[in-house]
């Protein structure tokens, strides 16, 4: 079920009365079936794969925590195995298989491998790595077997970010799942301001402008620098939207329940360096690669040259992470560039000074700078080929020049309409901060009435002039 | 809660003053001729068009022999003119991609089925897929009836066609921001362009959406309990690639249909009278010249399918 659809503006309400009706015992029951049914919504059948990864690794938790030793590592090595083995299978096997036949064929070798005609599980990248957390959590003895299958099932099923996130801990929700929650005013109103600037960011903006950036990454061959550059830029806010958007939506839906899941944003294209942006952008994915591969790896108490290749590796594989394409392992190596780069600018005083000053107007310039390079990595991260993505930076590079004011590439979307949509974008780019601040309770300081009327015109807006086609979230496909 | 349940009201209430102010403003507001919320929002659908004259003409010219409903199929398809021509009374209320959710509203709410008449069903393959929200839109926008302009709104729910009525409700319909330069007479237009080279292949239609059968199912409901008569046209195409393999299982269905309700289905879309692209205006309507021929051929095949149909119409003049 897509959060911005109308089945869930019924779906929503129901299950939330349903939780405080029902007595404690039979919460859980009714939050399961909810998952089931809003997860059945996609493909009804895939349910299945999902619940055969439940039952792996519940098991696992429960034979991790009796045994000792080399049997225990094994437990968790099949564990991970078994898990990983689903999200190769549905994600990744069709790439392997056809580099396989491209490496083949280079090689003159007439062999060829048949692909899977098989349709990726929605979000399937996302509960297979909470579910590897819960089984790593149990390992290490930061956490204690659930023994409550239903409740564990929960854990990996809750409906608000069982398919885009934000990718939990077992530490930060199964007690959730057993505390007993009151009905609270303060909980209601706080999801649904996250909810309301969740969908406005998603609707509004993110879909709004989503015509643009397609017509300008599809159409690039004829498109001029300042049309590209346009298109790079709308793609990081929609980026951005989408997926921020999504992660306030889980957030506040499951606040007006009582449960808190992790912040996933915080203002990352504030960011003045690019470590900065990474403890900013999809936190509860990149402190997910920090705990249970970059650490693993050695993290930073080894060698420099060392610290460097493991950033390399773990941005690589988290870029292979987010979808099995080369233009997403180069823009998670090139990430993994930038923060090598970064350690070794550190060397010098003038970065280290720069990273530690207060001055409002250097940090801006940092955040322009650095928003550049980030912009770099979407472009990959968006073209359907590394070969366009370079090409594209290419064109915008050596500022290639086109006649039309309005190119026939967009020419479907009226001036008028253009112009409403990037003032929409520049209105949010300067309220964003504000209003995330007053959603997440962050500010306090303006006035009931103030924020009544803030999100309730908020909501207006969305109703009216939201996107309301079919449009899924771009996270989904990870 | 009692505190909660104010709060959620006046939130609430809110809401509603907010929306309906900025659909007052951006529906009044005018730049070139058109409202700015057709700017802002492309499914939007403008004041005027073949829809308009359409609704207006219905009323004026009743009683009619024969009504036909589908598509622009339809409305660029049936020649009221040729069929006077041969005593037939008929007025064409096709719709821009009108399908069997619009038809159901428009004959429920618009046409008002009566015995004695006949409708001719046009279905062509894109009939059972798509979301319809265009065909909607231009007839909540068009319409004087507001039972027929709720109903479309808000059944199937789609915040789209909701957005469209609260338009609707503020919209001056006086000014006419899109003109119908092609319209003809009782709801028909005629096109003059003439299709030169083959048309590119047309997508193949999507998944059959059930609420589509079911609305079809609507449709006969109300007309046998007219006691109107009814009949499956399919009006001739440029034959693309692809068009033979999907048409089929498509052509299954309607045949399977009319079979079940005892009428019958006359298909032309493969039709090889038809195969000269002169006939066409593009890679979907036919011309004028098409249209002459097509319904020629129609009337007569209706003649002799099934001459009580058409016999009555006589005998009654």
């Known amino acids: ?478 | 809660m009692k505190t909660t349940l104010v709060r959620l009201a006046q939130a609430t209430l809110l809401v509603a003053v907010f929306y309906l102010g900025m659909v007052a403003i951006s529906s009044t507001v005018y730049s070139d001729n058109r409202r700015l919320i057709c700017y802002f929002l492309p499914y939007i659908q403008r004041v005027g068009g073949q829809e308009s004259l359409m609704l207006a003409d219905y009323s004026a010219a009743q009683p009619y022999e024969a009504i036909v409903i589908g598509s622009s199929h339809a409305y660029r398809g049936y020649d009221p003119r040729i069929f006077e021509a041969a005593n037939i009374r008929l007025f064409n209320a096709g719709s821009s991609s009108q399908n069997t959710l619009v038809s159901r509203a428009l004959t429920e709410h618009i046409l008002q089925p009566s015995a004695q008449q006949l409708y001719l069903i046009d279905v062509y393959d894109k009939v059972w897929s798509g979301d319809g929200i265009e065909s909607c839109n231009r007839l909540i926008q068009n319409s004087t009836s507001n039972a027929f302009s709720l109903d479309l709104a808000f059944y199937p729910l789609d915040l789209r066609k909701i957005n469209q009525y609260s338009t609707w409700l503020f919209s001056n319909t006086t000014v006419k921001e899109v003109q119908a330069k092609d319209y003809v007479l009782l709801g028909y237009c005629s096109q003059q362009d003439t299709l030169t080279e083959a048309p590119k292949a047309l997508d193949a239609p999507e998944t059959i959406n059930p609420l589509f059968e079911e609305q079809l199912e609507r449709v006969m409901e109300l007309l046998d309990a007219a006691g109107a008569s009814y009949v499956f046209v399919s009006h001739p195409q440029p034959v693309t690639q692809g068009m033979k393999t999907y048409h089929a299982p498509l052509k299954k269905i309607v045949e399977n249909i009319a079979k079940e309700k005892n009428t019958f289905y006359l298909d032309y879309t493969l039709d090889g009278r038809f195969a000269d692209y002169r006939y066409f205006a593009d890679a979907n309507h036919l011309n004028q010249q098409g249209v002459d021929l097509f319904n020629t051929i129609l009337i007569k095949d209706l003649k002799e399918k099934k001459p009580e149909l058409l016999d009555r119409f006589q005998t009654s003049q």
């Open chain 1, 1 to 478: 079920m897509l959060f911005n659809s109308i089945e869930f503006l019924i779906f929503f309400p129901t299950v939330l009365i349903l939780y405080f009706l029902l007595p404690h015992a039979y919460r859980w029951m009714m939050l399961l079936a909810a998952s089931c049914l809003f997860y059945m919504f996609f493909i009804p059948q895939y349910i299945l794969i999902l619940f055969i990864t439940i039952v792996i690794d519940y098991i696992a938790g429960i034979y991790i925590a009796r045994s000792q030793g080399r049997r225990k590592k094994i437990y968790l090595v099949v564990s991970i195995i078994s898990t990983c083995l689903v999200l190769f299978v549905f994600k990744y096997y069709n790439f392997f298989i056809d580099n396989f036949n491209t490496t083949a064929t280079f090689l003159g070798q007439e062999m060829r491998l048949n692909n899977l005609d098989i349709i990726l599980p929605i979000g399937l990248s996302f509960h297979t790595f909470q579910s590897l957390s819960y089984v790593v959590e149990v390992y290490r003895g930061n956490e204690k077997p659930e023994p409550h299958f239903g409740i564990y099932s929960l854990y990996v099923m809750f409906y608000p970010q069982l398919v885009a996130g934000p990718i939990e801990r077992p530490q930060n929700m199964l007690y959730q799942f057993h505390e007993k929650h009151s009905f609270s005013y303060g909980n209601l109103s706080s999801g649904l301001k996250l909810m309301v600037w969740g969908f406005f960011k998603k609707v509004v903006i993110a879909d709004n402008i989503s015509m643009i950036v397609d017509a300008c990454f599809a159409h690039h061959e004829t498109l001029g620098f300042k049309w590209l550059l346009l298109g790079s830029y709308l793609f990081a806010i929609q980026i951005y939207c989408d997926f921020s958007g999504y992660s306030d939506i889980a957030i506040g839906a499951a606040r007006t329940m009582g449960f808190k899941l992790m912040e996933n944003f915080r203002n990352p294209y504030a960011a003045t360096s690019i470590k900065e942006f990474w403890s900013r952008w999809h936190i509860s994915l990149s402190t997910w690669f920090r705990d249970y591969l970059y650490i693993p790896m050695g993290g930073n108490r080894k060698s420099p040259a060392r610290t460097n290749l493991n950033l390399f590796t773990v941005f690589s594989v988290s870029g292979f992470w987010h979808g099995a394409n080369w233009t997403f392992v180069i823009w998670g190596a090139l990430h993994g560039v930038y923060l090598i780069i970064e350690n070794l600018l550190k060397k010098f005083s003038w970065f280290q000074n720069y990273l530690t000053t207060e001055n409002r107007w250097i940090k801006l310039v940092g955040a322009i700078i650095v928003f550049q390079f980030v912009v770099v990595g979407w472009i990959f991260f968006r073209a359907p080929s590394a070969s366009i993505a370079v090409s594209m930076i290419g064109d915008i590079l050596t500022l290639r020049s086109q006649t039309e004011d309005l190119p026939k590439a967009l020419s479907g979307i009226h001036p008028i309409s253009l112009q409403f949509k990037l003032v929409l974008v520049a209105l949010f780019l300067l309220l964003d901060q504000r209003i995330s601040a007053i959603a997440t309770g962050r500010n306090g300081k303006l006035s009931l009435v103030a924020k009544l009327i803030l999100f309730t015109f908020l909501t207006a807006f969305i109703l009216l002039f939201g996107y309301w086609g079919d449009v899924e979230f771009i996270y989904f496909q990870f």
